[in-house]
């Protein structure tokens, strides 16, 4: 793995206790200001940010294995995203596509339509988020068909919005006391290999979802199937190989349309620039945000052009969608991937850090599964010898790191799960002690 060059310096620093006093100041602060329901995982403000760390205000320097939740592959302030923010910012902010168009939306369609699987006729369209994308591709699924039914999965998270929670599976804190939700949802099994009963393979997995599907919905109704290739929020869970591939041949048989969730997983994350490719399975439909735009708020929604072309002039767009000024940071973005080649870079990641991973769940005895693709990773956490999970161990593990500047993240419908999202410009170092500081925060907690 090639080490690259950054502004500033790639260490672990702590200066203080965490959180430090300029945090502490401004928690109060926040307090006093910032609604209550939002929650941050780090009582640390940040200052600054580049590569794979991340400076609080009271000068600590962390390391990031989060990236802001997939969204900082490239860093937080790569100098050619940066420069294209800031000249596309000097010329114009905003317009509206819908009132005048300009180039810089048309050009980010373009390589959209050149990165994603498959050699169909594809279009494009932007948005601000990945809730806002994944509502988008239903609207889009459900006009093109003339159907009404769309089938999720168990575990899945989809977004926030009122449609977005209805497709997501867990309760809290993303749909506690939020409803009624939108109707006409239904939630199928996922395939979970470490949960599911030995022997199921990815095949058998997906006609246990399809025989529910026409027994309960009948394929007539659906207009669409929406899945995360690899399952976000609900534990980085990778599904059995041929899950996908046989769930997307059942769509398109059906005349249902294959929406995949690349939200958390586009962009070189696993290894691939879209996780769907790890299965050979080409959607019908992509949503993506996160990575897209090096952290500038940018979603699409990418698929074949006669279902994104069959919906009426003015029934797709926003206000902010496809804002100037982030279709200049995607491009960025897009460029510094293809330069460094960061599927490679997340592939190299998985191969240092998946085996470091395995020894320590052989060595604690609390980790029942260690899984993931490229630089998205995770351990799932149970209660020893048992698979029952432990979601107090995965708190643990979180502060206990954090406390020694290390950023992870949990995540699973259990709440279970430690995943790791470093940023892809990480480099040998950091990374090497980043993960030394998770064992012994696992060492110490289990």
Request: contains cysteine; aromatic residues 6%; hydrophobic residues 45%.
């Amino acid at each position: 793995m090639i080490e690259l060059a950054h502004r500033l310096p790639q260490r672990r620093k702590l200066v203080t206790a965490l959180p430090g006093p300029r945090s502490a100041a401004l928690a109060a602060r926040r307090k006093a200001a910032v609604a209550a329901g939002v929650g941050s995982t780090a009582p640390v403000f940040a200052a600054d940010a580049d590569g794979g760390v991340l400076v609080d205000v009271d000068g600590n320097s962390l390391i990031d294995l989060g990236s802001g939740i997939a969204v900082t592959s490239v860093g937080a302030s790569h100098p050619a995203v940066a420069a294209a923010i800031a000249e596309q910012a000097a010329r114009f902010t905003h317009t509206c596509f819908m009132v005048t168009p300009y180039e810089e939306y048309v050009r980010v369609a373009e390589e959209l339509a050149a990165l994603t699987p498959g050699d169909h006729d594809k279009r494009s369209v932007l948005f601000n988020s990945g809730a806002e994308a994944v509502e988008n591709a239903v609207k889009v699924a459900r006009l093109a068909t003339g159907r009404t039914a769309v089938v999720a999965f168990d575990h899945a998270y989809h977004g926030r919005t009122n449609l977005t929670m209805a497709l997501t599976a867990k309760n809290m804190p993303y749909k506690e006391r939020f409803g009624p939700f939108a109707p006409e949802i239904y939630r199928m099994p996922m395939s979970y290999p470490y949960r599911d009963e030995p022997g199921l393979t990815g095949a058998m997995a997906a006609r246990r979802a399809i025989s529910r599907i026409e027994t309960q919905l009948g394929a007539d109704a659906v207009a669409a199937v929406i899945v995360e290739p690899i399952q976000g929020e609900g534990g980085f869970i990778v599904p059995a190989p041929g899950f996908l591939a046989a769930l997307s041949d059942w769509a398109r048989e059906h005349g249902i349309v294959f929406i995949a969730d690349e939200v958390q997983t586009g962009f070189a994350r696993t290894g691939a620039w879209f996780a769907c490719e790890h299965e050979g399975v080409v959607p019908d439909l992509i949503t993506m945000a996160k990575g897209i735009a090096g952290g500038m708020p940018l979603a699409a929604v990418t698929g074949r052009a006669e279902l994104l072309d069959a919906v009426h002039s003015g029934g797709l767009g926003g206000t902010y969608g496809g804002n100037p000024v982030a279709c200049a940071a995607a491009s960025a973005t897009l460029g510094v991937m293809r330069e460094l080649d960061l599927p490679a870079r997340a592939r190299e990641i998985e191969a240092v850090v998946l085996p470091r991973l395995r020894e320590l769940a052989a060595e604690t005895g609390v980790v029942g599964d260690v899984r993931g693709r490229g630089a998205m990773l995770a351990l799932e956490l149970v209660r020893p010898g048992t698979a029952e999970p432990a979601p107090e161990l995965a708190k643990a593990v979180a502060a206990n790191a954090l406390s020694q500047g290390l950023l992870t993240l949990t995540c699973g419908t259990y709440g279970n799960v430690i995943r790791l999202l470093p940023p892809l410009v990480i480099g040998p170092d950091l990374l090497a002690d980043g993960i030394g500081v998770l064992a012994d925060a696992l060492r110490a907690s289990a």
